[in-house]
């Protein structure tokens, strides 16, 4: 399902934050990508969602070399990628709901469709009684689920998360887990970073390991 | 194409959205666009109502030669052939002192003062269409044909309509550079107003973008809603310079007297106005694209 290849990634400014990954997560796996503050994480989830271009190597998705996309194909892939930003990326003047039926929305879905899924999202993540709620009125917890909520509307068959408990109590981070855990049981292929050591052990998953942009010999998924 | 029709439709509704959300400054928006356009339109009314002028005089380079009061058949025959026989002459149309005096009632409100009068007061003429303009040749002409018993008066009076023929035309070159001038104005108004709306809403079209918006996503709201102010302000430009001209022709009406029943004021046609308010709209339009294309170029490819 997703395919890194000997991939490398400079940003302007000569910053190599990724060099000579090459891993394969395959379809329904739920893997997480763990590492120090600036190994890597976010630039590898990035790179897997067609949010950035590798500067080497391919990274292939759903059996299409990114790298070979044009920008029109690259954001229509993006949209079958379910994507939870670690700072939510949300729109503080639109509701909710409209938050959510945003990417229904670039996807030209109709209104009764848009309707239907963005409460079915939004009851996924226990937020239908705030669906006109405006994020700014919302806890940290809350705009995370919300984030995630809009991650899962479209029904992507690939769900990224970047620290998605990163700033969230013991017990919000439980609950965010089982709802990844939730997604993972029903065959989405999930994708999360984290450097949280007790979320890494609810998740039970599979390991990546960075360190200053490299990948560390793969763990086995620890027993739960 | 009913997802494409869609995506429009979400387009169209998000830029009335835009512009419902801040209806005070859409609306000043909208003037300072309608204001722009008006002068041109404006512009185009006065030139209007100058030509109808112009249309009705004559331009073709002749002189009038007027006979004395008492001048008989015979004069006017002798006059005539004099008049033919001269080399500057093109060609020669006799105008009776009965047929004047038709004519000046017909063309004039004067009807029943001319009809008060005990006798005709309109000499007999002929109007000599002349093979030239150049004043030394017509001047020399002007004085033979003074020289001809019974002529009282020969008058040049075509000059001044040339004149006026010669600024219309430059009028209308005027006219086509304003127009240019005040549509490229408009062009970069709407951009500039469309890209302080994409640099406000960086984040939302940056989260767009991250959630599968192509360009053309981005793209379309904006362009909607430079095509929505573009075609008010054209409607509006519109309605101004109607309201304008129709207030200028009352006060000509008040102004002029009744015989001068050639000024007027002309507004533009209605499929004018239609060219306006289309016009408007793709200037609007043209201005959004390449606000937002400036800005795309900024935000793509890293987020």
Request: proline letters at 3%.
């Amino acid at each position: 399902m997703i395919q890194f290849s000997a991939v490398a990634k400079r940003y302007r400014g000569g910053h190599e934050a990724l060099r000579g990954v090459t891993v394969e997560i395959g379809a329904g796996e739920m893997v997480a990508v763990t590492g120090k503050s600036g190994a890597g994480k976010s630039t590898f989830l990035k790179l897997a969602a067609g949010i950035e271009r590798a500067s080497g190597g391919s990274v292939v998705v759903q059996g299409q070399n990114l790298g070979a996309l044009g920008e029109t194909a690259l954001a229509v892939l993006r949209r079958r990628i379910g994507f939870v930003f670690q700072d939510h990326k949300l729109l503080f003047d639109r509701n909710a709901f409209e938050n959510v039926a945003l990417p229904l929305r670039v996807s030209g879905f109709a209104r009764d469709e848009i309707g239907r899924r963005v409460r079915a999202a939004l009851d996924k993540v226990s937020l239908l009684p705030r669906e006109k709620a405006m994020p700014v009125a919302m806890s940290g917890g809350e705009q995370q689920r919300l984030c995630i909520a809009r991650a899962i509307v479209n029904r992507p068959a690939i769900l990224i998360a970047d620290e998605p408990t990163g700033n969230l109590d013991a017990d919000y981070a439980r609950s965010i887990v089982d709802l990844f855990g939730s997604f993972h049981q029903v065959g989405v292929t999930v994708l999360l970073s984290t450097h949280d050591e007790a979320s890494l052990a609810l998740l039970g998953c599979r390991r990546l390991t960075l360190a200053a942009g490299t990948l560390a010999e793969p763990a086995a998924a620890p027993s739960a | 194409m009913r997802t494409w029709l869609r995506q429009h439709r979400h387009a169209l509704a998000d830029a009335l959205r835009r512009l419902a959300s801040q209806p005070l400054g859409a609306a000043f928006s909208i003037l300072v666009l309608a204001v722009a356009i008006a002068l041109p339109v404006l512009a185009a009314v006065a030139l209007r109502s100058v030509s109808s002028v112009t249309t009705s005089l004559e331009t073709d380079p002749h002189v009038n030669v007027y006979l004395a009061l008492d001048a008989s058949d015979e004069d006017v025959r002798r006059v005539g052939e004099a008049l033919r026989a001269h080399p500057e002459a093109a060609s020669v149309k006799f105008v009776s002192r009965s047929q004047a005096l038709e004519e000046l009632k017909s063309t004039t409100h004067l009807a029943e003062l001319l009809a008060s009068l005990e006798r005709n007061p309109l000499p007999h003429a002929f109007t000599v269409r002349v093979r030239t303009t150049e004043s030394a040749r017509l001047a020399q002409a002007k004085e033979a044909w003074s020289a001809i018993p019974k002529v009282d008066q020969v008058i040049a009076d075509f000059e001044w309509s040339q004149r006026l023929g010669r600024w219309v035309t430059f009028g209308r070159k005027a006219l086509a550079l304003v127009a240019l001038v005040l549509g490229a104005a408009v062009s970069f108004i709407v951009g500039h107003l469309i890209r302080l709306q994409v640099v406000s809403q960086r984040q939302e079209i940056e989260v767009r973008q991250l959630v599968g918006a192509t360009a053309a996503d981005v793209r379309r709201p904006f362009l909607y809603h430079g095509l929505i102010q573009g075609l008010l302000a054209g409607a509006a430009a519109v309605f101004l310079t109607w309201g304008i001209a129709t207030w200028v022709s009352a006060e000509l009406r008040a102004l002029t007297p009744e015989y001068a029943t050639e000024v007027k004021v002309v507004f533009i046609s209605l499929a004018g106005s239609g060219v306006v308010v289309g016009a408007a709209a793709l200037l609007g339009l043209l201005g959004a694209w390449w606000a937002v294309s400036r800005e795309l170029r900024q935000f793509s490819p890293s987020f």
